[in-house]
């Protein structure tokens, strides 16, 4: 909250700013126990990392409920578990709980099987000897053995979300791109002169404060809104998928479930309508509910249901996992890890974040700020401005299908080579006054000889690598001309006048492929030297 909110009547803040304004008088009332539902719903990222590091200082007892996975590992040292109207009790965080939950779920399964197999055998003794009056006595002693059993009661397994998005073709190499984009809704300018470039297999997670204009540079990227000044540019042959933050809450509410995706979908994915219901827990009879009637979290599965009916190569996702308990969120952030298209998402949940982006863009203040780097590496370069480059990685292992970027891959890699070279140069002066004694003249001769030829080699591969990031940078340029050309309406009408262009875009990227080769292999020669 700002100075100027101290004075507005909260009945002027949006749902989210009064949840926070609630939340805020609860903590300074600093009661013995916190009972919190919820807490980081409609709470940002940075609002989250600041609640979690208040709970883990707080001095009395919280119990919490909560679909954040990292929020919960941070912040919890206990949870309780649950199901068949019995609490059990787990020490621990979230992850650790989920070990020995899978651990006591094996356990009871096994003696559920051992149960049944002996209940079973007592049954077929009663009927087989039943009529025999020999066997009376020992066929009512099984019967009362049997009315004292108490059966093992075993949850039921999770029921998970179990999908792939649906392939479709590559774009090109430009997705998006937008150039001096200005928004603004009356006086408030959310967004100006924002130059942003998106290419193929970006994994772009966009953050910032609530109401620093994430949702709004989505729905320009997604072109649901168009800029006040300032141009979209959207790639050649993109096959875009929009979730919006509403997504849920724009559907008809009359039609049923399977009338919902049934209704404006391609003939060739009728067929599997039932199959991408029954994947998102709509099974039997529930396909014939009313989509007034669902939850929340029910009509968010069906949004996205919806959404995956059509092929995408371009995934634009704004708080996709609101509604979402932890099971459902696992499996949508599996499907998307091993989504082989560009991905931009607004996301919350730093679990989330941390596995999917391979680039963050900061939203405030009217502007972005671009890191190419994890979630964890661009709190780390916030934290630590000054310092050149972020240390070893901390998040998670995450799959890109982007090719190392000569600019930034390159540099870092410079870096280190230059890093090993410092410290080779260190230790070999620290030693040098012991080994001089030893070496005769010639031996000194040459070995000086031999460094004079690695300088000059390694100033030679520097300056190659120089010219190699310049002509790749100059011939991608003239490829993102090329694409804005193919890409205008009408181009491919006439064939003789856009074969040229399509030969020579084919050409460059040929070319741009072996200069990355050689590029990448002078970085590899440096860095095993």
């Known amino acids: 909250f700002s100075k100027a909110d101290f004075d507005r009547p909260t009945d002027t803040f949006s749902g989210g700013w009064q949840m926070r304004l609630a939340l805020a008088k609860l903590l300074l009332g600093e009661p013995g126990l916190l009972l919190l539902d919820e807490p980081t719903n409609h709470l940002d990222l940075e609002a989250r990392n600041w609640l ?4 883990n200082q707080y001095p009395r007892a919280v119990i919490l409920v909560s679909h954040d996975r990292f929020f919960l590992d941070a912040v919890v040292t206990r949870i309780a578990d649950l199901s068949l109207r019995t609490l059990t009790d787990y020490v621990g965080n979230y992850s650790q709980y989920l070990v020995a939950h899978e651990a006591r779920m094996d356990a009871l399964r096994k003696a559920k099987r051992e149960q049944d197999e002996e209940v079973a055998r007592v049954k077929m003794f009663i009927d087989r000897f039943r009529y025999q009056a020999t066997k009376a006595a020992q066929v009512q002693s099984r019967i009362k053995l049997l009315e004292k059993v108490v059966p093992i009661d075993v949850p039921a397994e999770r029921k998970k979300i179990h999908f792939d998005f649906p392939t479709a073709g590559k774009s090109g190499r430009t997705v998006l791109e937008l150039k001096h984009v200005r928004k603004a809704y009356g006086e408030l300018v959310v967004l100006k002169d924002i130059d942003l470039h998106i290419e193929r297999g970006d994994r772009i997670a966009l953050v910032g404060v609530n109401g620093a204009g994430k949702s709004t540079l989505m729905r320009l990227l997604s072109g649901e809104e168009e800029p006040d000044s300032g141009t979209r540019t959207e790639g050649h042959h993109v096959v875009m998928q929009y979730f919006a933050q ?16 049934s209704s404006g979908s391609p003939m060739d994915m009728v067929p599997a ?3 991408i219901l029954g994947g ?5 009879d529930d396909v014939y509910k009313k989509v007034r009637v669902l939850s929340g979290g029910e009509r968010t599965r069906l949004a996205v249901a919806r959404m995956l009916l059509r092929p995408s190569n371009t995934l634009l996702l704004d708080e996709p996992t609101n509604h979402l308990d932890l099971d ?10 091993d989504y082989g298209g560009t991905l931009i998402f607004v996301s919350h949940d730093r679990y989330f974040v941390e596995r999917l982006a391979t680039k963050i863009v900061e939203v405030g203040n009217g502007g972005i700020l671009v890191y190419p780097g994890t979630y964890a590496e661009f709190l780390w370069h916030k934290e630590h401005p000054d310092m050149p480059a972020s240390p070893a990685k901390t998040a998670p292992a995450t799959r890109s299908t982007t090719p190392p970027k000569p600019g930034a891959q390159g ?20 030693a040098s006054p012991v080994a001089s004694a030893a070496l005769s003249r010639e031996d000194k001769k040459r070995i000086e000889a031999e460094a004079r030829r690695k300088a000059r080699a390694d100033q030679a591969r520097r300056t190659q690598v120089a010219e190699l990031e310049a002509k790749i940078a100059a011939i991608e340029q003239e490829m993102r001309d090329l694409e804005q050309t193919m890409s205008a309406d009408g181009f491919y009408g006439d064939r003789a006048a856009a074969q040229p262009i399509i030969d020579r875009h084919q050409a460059l990227m040929w070319e741009v492929g072996d200069l990355m080769g050689q590029w990448e292999a002078l970085q590899e020669h440096a860095s095993e030297s």
Do not use: C, H, Q
Not at 52 to 55: G, M
Not at 280 to 284: A, E, Q, R
Not at 328 to 337: I, M, P, R, W
């Open 280 to 284: 998102f827990l709509f099974t039997g």
């Open 273 to 275: 309508i039932r199959n």
């Open 52 to 55: 979690e590091e208040y709970l």
């Open 328 to 337: 459902s969120k696992e499996v949508l952030l599996d499907a998307l890890v």
């Open 411 to 430: 540099t870092a890699a410079k870096g280190a080579a230059g890093s090993a070279k410092a410290e080779a140069t260190g230790a070999s002066a620290t």
């Open 246 to 261: 509403d997504e849920a809450t724009r559907m008809d509410p009359v039609p049923t479930v399977y009338e919902t995706l």
